[in-house]
Every structure is written in C-alpha cells, then in structure tokens.
Nanobody, 125 residues
Framework: QVHLVESGGGLVQAGGSLRLSCAASGRTFSSYAMGWFRQAPGKEREFVAAISRSGLTTYDADSVKGRFTISRDNAKNTVYLRMNSLKPEDTAVYYC??????????????????WGQGTQVTVSS
C-alpha cells in the first residue's frame, strides 16, 4: 500500500512552465515504477510519462515528448513532472500513479496499482 499526493498544479499562460510533485508514503518508494496520467473534461484518461524503479528508464507520450520531463528522487519519496512550453491542450487533471511492475515502465493505466487524487493544470491562451 502506498499513498500518493500530487501538488504543483495551477493556472499558467501558454508557453509557460510548471513542475508537478507527487509525494509518496507507505511502502518503500523505490519498490514502485511511477507514472503520470492526465484527464481533460470529456476525455478519457491518457498516459503522459513513466519512470522505472531505479529512475534509469523513462518513457514519454508522443504529445509531450521534448516538453515534459519525468524524474524521481527516491531519498525524498517523490516523483516529479517538469512541464515546459505548455499548451492549452495540456489542460487537465494530472494524476500520479504507482505500479508494482518490477522492471521497466508501463503506459497502461490498468497496470498501476495506486493513484493520487490529482492536481489541476490549466493553460490559458
């Protein structure tokens, strides 16, 4: 069991930047691969980025490649999502998730065992 709490969301103009944080508590943080997902009103939840247990492997959705960077600090039990060059279409609730996958990363929401409550990101034109 792990409890996840996202923070760092807010309102930003197009072209701006935000850094989201996800603080974990419970079982050893390094036991989980981590991911970020987002859901906009009227749309399905979609994968954004993922990082392996060790932090050595990352994978980004095509829609955010070159703009978003996922990272983790196991000493702080925290995973981050740095978002640059934000676009209005990035507006969504962003969710942090933890997976028991032992190796590598996964883009599939069903493979994540624990989820945070989300943080709102709004990008204005």
């Amino acid at each position: 069991q792990v409890h996840l709490v996202e923070s760092g969301g807010g309102l930003v103009q197009a072209g701006g930047s935000l850094r989201l944080s996800c603080a974990a508590s419970g079982r050893t943080f390094s036991s989980y691969a981590m991911g970020w997902f987002r859901q906009a009103p009227g749309k399905e939840r979609e994968f954004v980025a993922a990082i392996s247990r060790s932090g050595l492997t990352t994978y980004d959705a095509d829609s955010v490649k070159g703009r978003f960077t996922i990272s983790r600090d196991n000493a702080k039990n925290t995973v981050y999502l740095r978002m640059n060059s934000l676009k209005p279409e990035d507006t969504a609730v962003y969710y942090c998730a933890a997976s028991l996958r032992e190796f590598g990363v996964t883009t599939q929401g069903r493979e994540y065992n624990y989820w945070g409550q989300g943080t709102q990101v709004t990008v204005s034109s």
